[in-house]
């Protein structure tokens, strides 16, 4: 079973920020927060991940709590492209195993 | 960089018939990913390769599934016979490493029906 837990859904209007949440409690101190997104007909698209540090790319900016029991994903400024399924996964320990689960729906509105 | 490839894009049997997905991974991709994701769920992971040996293949129907990666590149992975609940998108995924501080990248899969 997946390790975290996502609202089913969300909107966010183009331009603005979208922040996704991800609750994993039971995190241990040697696993990952990984996140991926999946827009229809395509494979997952690794977005960003980490440790314990708050982290940015050039897509995204991910973070995580002090205690790491939850994470924000942030898009910054969302466009329509960004419309897809957005997963939160926790993965490390002895394997880098990924372990999906049903994801975050981001819809993007104009 | 390139991508990890995939082909067939899609494929059409009946049940019963036999079929081969083949996948080519970012080049220096020592670990390789064989993952399932049957329409409305999230992928799961059928089987790992680091360069050429199997890693975890816990979660492979043996009986009907098979999956090489011989000369530690390309990878195939094979279902004889087929049944109705194989209908999905097989994806294909690899990474620098199999350590868990290294991300995996995927392909974009090949969508299997089964009729």
């Known amino acids: 079973d997946a390790k975290t837990t996502q609202p089913t859904s969300m909107d966010c209007a183009e331009g603005r920020a979208a922040n996704l949440p991800c609750n994993h409690s039971t995190i241990s101190g040697n696993e990952y927060v990984y996140w991926y997104r999946q827009i229809h007909s395509q494979g997952p698209q690794y977005i960003i991940h980490?440790?314990?540090n708050n982290e940015t790319n050039e897509m995204a900016s991910l973070i995580i709590t002090e205690d790491r029991k939850s994470s924000t994903l942030i898009l910054p400024h969302a466009t329509l492209r960004d419309t897809a399924v957005y997963y939160c996964?926790?993965?490390?320990?002895?394997?880098?195993?990924?372990?999906f689960g049903t994801g975050t729906l981001l819809a993007v509105q104009p | 960089e390139a991508g990890v490839a995939q082909s067939p894009r899609y494929k059409i049997i009946e049940k019963r018939q036999s079929v081969a997905f083949w996948c080519n991974p970012i080049s220096g991709h020592a670990t390789l990913y064989w993952y399932q994701q049957i329409l409305g769920q999230g992928p799961k992971l059928l089987i790992q390769?680091?360069?050429?040996?199997?890693?975890?293949d816990s979660q492979l129907p043996k009986d009907r599934f098979s999956a090489e990666r011989l000369k530690g590149v390309d990878s195939t992975l094979k279902i004889q016979p087929a049944k109705l609940e194989d209908s999905a998108v097989y994806l294909c995924?690899?990474?620098?490493?199999?350590?868990?501080?290294?991300?995996?990248?995927f392909g974009d899969g090949t969508r299997l029906s089964i009729l």
């Open positions: 996964i926790v993965s490390g320990g002895a394997t880098n195993k990924l372990i």
């Open positions: 390769f680091q360069n050429n040996g199997v890693v975890d």
């Open positions: 980490g440790l314990k």
């Open positions: 995924a690899s990474s620098r490493t199999g350590r868990s501080n290294q991300p995996q990248h």
